[in-house]
């Protein structure tokens, strides 16, 4: 604020090319936020525990981001506020203990599995539930309370077979591996390998391959896609297929790092849609950013406030960016 | 019962069913919901705005009338139109910007700010009690909302006890929350067909045309959002009085959820159809614990799952096939399409 009132003083040229700069490139303004937090705090409470917690911070929110990329395509292809989401993480988490604690097998297995079983499920829900219910020409009203709906069926499900004791799978929690002076545990480094990896990928195959091109058009417009002869009922079917496999591997990789208990899931909604809304509905890649960023400032704001405090980071960011910037910092300035 | 539980799977006790306490309590918690989702009604059957935030209404409308008893010595009566004031304010706060978003991101934004709300409750300890919940103190009973409650409840049974030998301790709060619920339907339904209720159904309808029409569309749904704080911080005091503690878990996203769903079994754009839905929905969820499931399978924890089972189930089946509930019009259902 004051920096802004003084380069208004000065020179008013200076702050009109910013101002033109932010419009046409709005991510240079959450960056320069994300900088100046940055520095703050490293002035504050030094270089090492801000880098520390940063790291802490990335593991977080390669979880958002993996389950925000799912989001993000479906809400943006489909229209769909999908509240299940965050159910089908804890499903993925369950599917993995199953293999991995029930059965004995490596957490490998457990998370292709629990990768299969929820695209089979998000599979499942599109024939049986969205398909007809986007036949209807059904309101968005309806289709959120549906998902609502479907959230609770699914989380009573999982209470019904593993009740609601917190559970722990097969991990090694207790390894870390040092560099820099930082630490960070061996699973945790896994997660953000494994996270970065995943969705670099994914952002990729949406922006160079055919596929990609078509989960475009159909997010732009889905009639119109039709008409242009695309086979929508295929993307559709993918985009749930990577939905439910990327929300199926958050949900094992949150597990690992903590722990299983049916709320698992719901808990972790609110900050991937702040994740999902912050990136741009629809941008998989804003996503992925929008998902680190709550992630490192969860991490970060403990350096400042209490701990319990943390988990309102993730809804404050949510607000702030509906309120300043509903595109997503990435989107362009348009009506919503 | 004298017959083997074993020998019938679905054995139903029916003394429960004529339990009247069970009933009136059950009641209590109708009355409250149907509350709650009176303010539903108005916000999103009537004006079109999807409000996901309503549990945080009745958690400040709770959490100030017992803080301002407990902690700043308030009399109990002028701490309810303080707490309902707070509630109002707190819905024009959040409105102001939150109103101009899309109808999704408002939903989005109002449940996120109902966690904010309920997070703070459960962590500014020295205020709220935190997790411990917030009640009175038993040794000092002199200073507590729920003693000047106990007053009005012993005079109300004082006066039932002519008809009634022995009347349950809850009945008098039941007649209070019905009563508050029948006032509140008439109201409503008074100002639905006053101009200003036909700019709220207009602005649901198209709310360009409306602000083309010269109407502060903003200012009207303000007001909406704030008459329904108002009705949230009420059904908050009732469920400060029915539980005597004050509990963070007692306003999740949970119990907006819940409260839609007996706005959608009722019907969109019936304030009638609410308080029905609200009897019904209650009923048959509670109405499974008569059902005398055998433990195994049927574990507490089994059966709490089913109840979540049903509401879903319920509202799934709802939004495929009646979408407009039990007593709405399809054409009120316009939200997003």
Known sequence: MEAGQMTEQVAPSVRERLSDRMRRQPWLGAVAVIVAIFLALVAGEGLHDVAQTGLNGLSLGAIYALGAVGLTLVYGILKLVNFAQGDFLTFGAYMAYLVNVTWGMPLILGIFWAMIATALLGLLFERVLWGPMRAKHAGFLQLILMSIGLAFLLRAIIQWFWSTDVRVLDVDTTSTVQFLGLRIGQTQLIVVIVGIAVIIGIGLMLRLTLLGKQMRALSDDLELAETAGINTRRVINYTWIFAGALAGLAGVLSAATTDLRPELGFELLLPIFAAVILGGIGDAFGALAAGMVIGVMTEWSTLVIDARWKTAVGFLVLIIALIVRPQGIFGKAKTV | ?337
């Not at chain 2, 083997?4 to 409250?32: C, E, H, K, Q």
Request: aromatic share 12%.
């Open chain 2, 1 to 337: 019962m004298s017959l083997d539980p074993g020998a019938l799977p679905l054995a139903v006790t029916f003394d429960a069913l004529t339990n009247t306490s069970f009933w009136i309590s059950v009641g209590v918690i109708a009355g409250t919901y149907a509350l709650v989702a009176l303010g539903l009604q108005l916000n999103t059957g009537f004006t079109g705005i999807v409000n996901f935030g309503q549990a945080a209404f009745m958690a400040i409308g709770a959490y100030t009338m017992a803080i301002l008893v407990l902690k700043a010595g308030f009399s109990f009566w002028l701490s309810l139109p303080c707490a309902v004031l707070a509630a109002m304010i707190f819905g024009l706060i959040v409105g102001l910007p939150s109103l101009r978003l899309r109808a999704d991101y408002f939903a989005i934004a109002t449940i996120a700010l109902a966690e904010v709300v309920r997070l703070f409750a459960q962590n500014a300890r020295g205020l709220t009690g935190g997790n411990q919940g917030l009640f009175c103190d038993p040794n000092d009973a002199s200073n507590c909302y729920t003693n000047s409650w106990r007053d009005v409840s012993d005079s109300i049974n004082n006066f039932v006890s002519n008809f009634w030998s022995d009347p349950d301790s809850l009945f008098p709060l039941l007649l209070v929350i019905w009563a508050t619920v029948a006032v509140a339907i008439f109201v409503l339904r008074r100002l639905q067909h006053t101009p200003w209720g036909r700019v709220l159904r207009a602005i649901r309808e198209d709310e360009d045309a409306a602000q083309a029409l010269g109407k502060n569309t903003l200012l009207y749904k303000l007001q909406s959002l704030a008459i329904s704080a108002c009705l949230g911080a009420i059904a908050g005091f009732f469920l400060a009085l029915n539980l005597a503690t004050i509990h963070p878990l007692d306003f999740e996203p949970l119990v907006t959820f819940f409260a839609f769903s007996v706005l959608i079994l009722g019907g969109m754009g019936s304030y009638r159809g609410v308080a029905v839905g609200a009897v019904l929905f209650w009923f048959v969820l509670e109405g499974t614990r008569f059902i005398d499931l055998p433990d195994p399978p049927f574990t507490e924890t089994r059966i709490a799952s089913l109840r979540l089972a049903i509401t879903g189930l319920l509202l799934i089946l709802l939004m495929a096939f009646r979408p407009q509930g039990l007593f709405g019009k399809r054409e009120e259902m316009v939200i997003g399409e």
